[in-house]
């Protein structure tokens, strides 16, 4: 009882915080310097901080034994956040058309490869330096060649390859939450704005018709709704249903070729939940269902509450210092090798911020990200190019890890 009650309570405020959220910026006008994602991710860091001040005096109304209750919010905003994140990624790419993204595919792509050259170099070189200060940072070195070209899984595969400790998994996970969560709050909120002072704007290759008719569109069917109307609600069902059909698709997939504990394949299962997202867009009326594409930012937003509720800074008292250092030397030297290629190379900032999290945080990240520039046109070969990453991050962080042992 106790259990389904804190369940409820807790996806309620997941569900229902942003649209009040969204309210207030509009008021405060906090959305003029501040998207509504950056909103939602702080203000879930400080819920998830914070829980144990304000969760302790509401949980012990309903139990004396508090810590269960803490362990559960986690495990529901970890669930939350990945039922969120899974409904929205084919919601957002159905509306997409195919044509459309294939025209941005060669030039993201470059910039890609830059990132992944990038992660390559810096983790070798770092190893190399590390060589006598830290143990096993061969091991090291390869897992965050691993997890900053593909992603967890990929760290996960590459420790049981090189036969790791487990505790330097538990240890590189959690330094790399907490870099890579820094990393991604700042791209989301004075990312561009920064970056763009370095790299020129995304040129989009539609004509300024389209985009105000795109703009039209999108204020015309926002989520919610201010009054529900029967063509709204068909639509948003049907891409309810088929979001679930996808994800549907995508599990039996990632279970028919589990991963190396014997648990879901997470690579197969973005890779055929992309696939079937991509196949719906290829009927017109799909893509023509309309406020499916709010209603996928809506449930971004969720994800970004509940991602920021898990990202726990109290770790930092339990990790070793010395490995954390090392990692927030690599993710910094892999961002700015990288920015200094695209510089030179003139990509653009969007180009450049999607490739950045398409290497170092992955496909549901990138749809967040998108989301907060803007920039819908990159969705799709952004998620295909952080699903090349989980291909490729396996032999990478091998070969990483067996360059710094023998050279």
Aim: glycine share 6%; net charge neutral; with cysteine.
């Amino acid at each position: 009882m106790i259990t389904a009650i804190v369940i409820f309570i807790q996806l309620l405020i997941f569900f229902i915080l942003p649209f009040y959220l969204i309210r207030l910026s509009r008021k405060a006008k906090l959305n003029q310097w501040l998207s509504d994602i950056v909103i939602c991710y702080g203000l879930g860091m400080l819920l998830g901080n914070t829980k144990s001040l304000w969760l302790y005096s509401w949980a012990s109304i309903l139990t004396d034994d508090f810590q269960p209750i803490v362990n559960l919010t986690t495990e529901v905003a970890k669930n939350s956040a990945s039922v969120a994140v899974l409904l929205a990624i084919p919601m957002l790419l159905m509306i997409n058309n195919v044509t459309d993204w294939l025209k941005y595919t060669g030039k993201i792509s470059w910039v890609f490869f830059m990132g992944v050259f990038s992660t390559m170099f810096v983790t070798t070189l770092i190893g190399y330096l590390y060589r006598n200060e830290l143990s096993n940072v061969a091991i090291a070195s390869g897992m965050f060649a691993g997890v900053y070209i593909g992603g967890t899984p990929n760290m996960v595969a590459i420790s049981k390859a090189l036969n790791a400790p487990d505790s330097l998994f538990v240890i590189l996970n959690a330094t790399d939450t907490i870099c890579s969560g820094l990393y991604f709050l700042f791209l989301i909120s004075f990312g561009k704005v920064l970056l763009g002072l370095v790299l020129p704007r995304f040129q989009s290759k539609h004509t300024e018709q389209e985009i105000v008719e795109e703009i039209i569109e999108e204020t015309a069917h926002p989520f919610p709704p201010t009054q529900w109307t029967w063509p709204h609600l068909r639509a948003l069902v049907i891409g309810t249903l088929l979001a679930i059909a996808a994800i549907a698709v995508a599990v039996m997939a990632a279970l028919l070729f589990p991963d190396v504990k014997g648990e879901l394949n997470q690579p197969v299962l973005m890779l055929m939940l992309t696939t079937v997202g991509i196949s719906f867009s290829l009927v017109p009326r799909i893509r023509m269902l309309h406020g499916v594409f709010n209603y996928a930012q809506y449930l971004l937003l969720i994800f970004g509450l509940a991602a920021g509720f898990m990202t726990d800074f109290s770790l930092l008292l339990n990790i070793g210092s010395d490995y954390l250092r090392m990692n927030a030397i690599v993710i910094l030297l892999i961002i700015i090798i990288h920015l200094l290629l695209s510089f030179i190379f003139k990509a653009d900032v969007d180009s450049f911020m999607i490739s950045s999290t398409a290497c170092i945080m992955g496909p549901p990240f990138v749809a967040q990200l998108c989301a907060s520039i803007k920039n819908k046109e990159l969705l799709p070969v952004g998620i295909a190019l952080s699903l090349l990453g989980f291909g490729l991050a396996n032999f990478a962080g091998i070969a990483v890890a067996w360059m710094v042992e023998n050279f």
